[in-house]
């Protein structure tokens, strides 16, 4: 009989002890977005501790992927297009040798090298005509993935020619979000989301037990979400920056640039990819704006445990075949 009463008792201490842990959440600007870092922890202390292990880490990357830091090692390898190889960390090796392979899978629709057009397009609203085709012309010329060298052994990367330039805008954020929860995770802490202004990356679950949910919003009707999904996948990233974009002729264009014509991408104004990495799910949103719904959604549908959600300038919504979407 009394141990009976002992089982219960414990019972109801482990579901207290599971209810005690919490939500805590602190915003930041990093890497020039609106970062949200959530962790599940046992108090307000242990939180903050977890959270500045997170926001350090981003801090960290952004140091080494900053085109704007003339000091960093992403700068430096800028800096010495056409001139001769930089030497630079392994982490920053390896990372832009994935993205030459994302590139090689998405057919150069993500591109590093996209960055040689940036003196062209402004996306401040002062573009409101095309720019002259020769700047255009002359600035494709310098974009190329495949011209990237990259020795493993001296652990270098060079770019050939004078002007040619990387970028990891389409990455960054997404690297960012799978370093700081890989810190986290191997710290203990039991559940979280690192959200980078849109790319989200989750792991474990509420302090319930129960997954983690996602809202997809139509940017045609940003009051109302109009898919729910439970995020087995970890990683979702939505490109589609309603801000950052230019009108031309009455034609609206965003700020994923097509590397094939230097020309801003139109036609898809929302794309919203799932997966287990954020770094490649951020990559492959950004690949799918370029390649447009059909050729976006049959690469998609090659690739295990990836995901997508496209919406057309008409708010006509996609999707890759496991995703069945109720449309209203
Ligand atoms: P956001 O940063 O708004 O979430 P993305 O993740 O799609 O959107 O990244 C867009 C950024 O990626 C651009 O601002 C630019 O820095 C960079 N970019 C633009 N076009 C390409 C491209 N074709 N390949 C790789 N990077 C690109
Ligand atoms: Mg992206």
């Given at each position: ?11 109801i ?6 209810n005690?842990?919490e ?14 870092l ?6 307000e202390?242990?939180a903050q501790?977890?959270?500045a ?8 990357i ?6 704007w ?19 630079v ?18 057919s ?6 996209f960055?040689a ?12 005509e095309m ?40 990455i960054g954020k997404?690297?960012a979000?799978?370093?700081a929860?890989?810190?986290?995770m ?6 979280g ?24 919003i139509?940017?045609m009707?940003?009051?109302k979400?109009?898919s729910?999904?439970?995020?087995e996948?970890n990683?979702?990233v939505?490109s ?18 097509d590397?094939r014509?230097?020309?801003p ?11 287990t ?7 492959l949103?950004t ?16 690739l295990?445990n ?17 995703i ?5």
């Amino acid at each position: 009989m009394k141990r009976k009463v002992l089982f219960v008792v414990k019972i109801i201490l482990g579901i207290s002890f599971l209810n005690a842990q919490e939500l805590f959440t602190e915003s930041y600007t990093l890497m020039g977005s609106a970062f949200e870092l959530t962790v599940v922890a046992d108090d307000e202390a242990e939180a903050q501790e977890y959270i500045a292990t997170a926001k350090n880490e981003i801090e960290r990357i952004e140091l080494l992927i900053s085109s704007w830091d003339s000091n960093s090692e992403t700068s430096s390898i800028n800096q010495n297009a056409g001139i001769k190889p930089v030497k630079v960390s392994k982490e920053l090796w390896d990372l832009i040798d994935r993205s030459q392979q994302i590139s090689k899978i998405t057919s150069g629709a993500f591109d590093l090298t996209f960055a040689a057009v940036d003196r062209i397009w402004k996306f401040d609203g002062s573009d409101v005509e095309m720019p002259n085709a020769d700047l255009i012309l002359a600035s494709v010329s310098k974009i190329g993935y495949h011209q990237i060298q990259l020795n493993e052994k001296k652990s270098t990367v060079f770019l050939p020619e004078k002007g040619m330039k990387i970028g990891f805008g389409a990455i960054g954020k997404g690297y960012a979000a799978d370093r700081a929860k890989q810190l986290l995770m191997a710290r203990g802490v039991v559940g979280g989301i690192i959200n980078a202004s849109g790319d989200i990356n989750t792991w474990g679950t509420q302090p319930d037990g129960s997954p983690w949910t996602i809202g997809i919003i139509n940017p045609m009707n940003k009051e109302k979400v109009f898919s729910w999904f439970s995020l087995e996948h970890n990683a979702v990233v939505t490109s589609g920056n309603y801000e950052k974009f230019v009108r031309i002729g009455g034609k609206r264009y965003s700020h994923i640039i097509d590397p094939r014509t230097g020309i801003p991408s139109n036609g898809i104004i929302s794309c919203t990819i799932f997966a287990t990495k954020a770094e490649l799910a951020d990559a492959l949103a950004t690949a799918t704006f370029v390649m447009g719904v059909e050729s976006g959604l049959f690469l998609i549908d090659q690739l295990p445990n990836t995901e997508a959600i496209l919406i057309d300038d008409e708010g006509i919504i996609y999707a890759s075949k496991n995703i069945q979407i109720e449309k209203d």
